[in-house]
């Protein structure tokens, strides 16, 4: 990249242009909105959000247009970039005993007050053993286990349940598992599952892989394409049938078959 400020956001343009591809498709691919990306392009940075967010839009640009997201970013930072205030930490006061403790005018107890103190609690407990065990009525000795009910010696075997040696049921299906795994490049990708709820956003990076699973349905859509490896199911269906770069795939448990 040149050293011209002003080359920043037409770098992405013409990367763009080069790939063919419009600002709406740069925008589904990345899922950012299209003014943001024409503002990028201008070098206006405003509606990103802050920072943080600029740095994500300008890595999630440039995948998709194939351009190198590190100089752009390293530009970015040199231009905009505010450094962060370091945060400083105050040191607890260790609690040290007073040493004058042992010397206050309150004396520890005894050991033969405690002793003492110990034996009329056993003596106690001792005298409402007796008394209770006084109490438990003629002909029943105290600590005798009741005889058991007669209800429950009459009482006929249990017989084991109808069902208990009928066969498990089988399980349901198990759906559908979809892996990605990005394979000679990198490639933006967006995971959709059935009930239309988006499970995974971002980037696959070359050699990372993310597996996603769904009772019926997963939608994918990637922004590299030829750059993604599919498996459905355990079986590996390569790269996506996509007749352009940036596409839409729906996979389902009868995929793979």
Known sequence: MADDARTL?????????????SVEDVAAATRIRPAIIQAIERDDFAP???????RGHLRAIAQVVGADSK??????????????????????????????AGRSGRQSPSWASVAIGVLAVAAL?????????RDVGPGVPVGAAPAPSSVAATSPPTRPSPTASSPAP?????????????????SWVAVTNSGGAQVFQGILSDGQ???F???????????????????????DVG???????????????????
């Open 213 to 235: 699973r769904d009772a019926r349905q997963l939608s994918v859509r990637f922004g590299n394409s030829p750059a993604v490896r599919v498996t459905v199911n355990g079986r």
């Open 125 to 133: 407990v001792l005298g409402l053993s007796w008394l209770l065990g």
């Open 209 to 211: 892989a993310r597996e």
């Open 48 to 54: 990103c959000g802050g920072a943080v967010y600029a």
């Open 9 to 21: 956001g037409p770098a992405l343009t013409a990367a763009r242009e080069e790939r063919g591809l």
């Open 170 to 186: 089988r399980p349901a299906p198990a759906g559908v598992t979809v892996r990605l795994r990005a394979s000679g490049g990198s």
């Open 239 to 257: 790269p996506p049938r996509c007749e352009t770069q940036v596409c839409t795939l729906a996979f389902g448990p009868a995929a793979a078959g």
């Open 71 to 100: 100089p752009l970013v390293e530009e970015f930072d040199r231009r905009f970039d505010q450094p962060v205030p370091s945060l400083t930490t105050s040191q607890l006061p260790s609690f040290d005993p007073p040493r004058d």
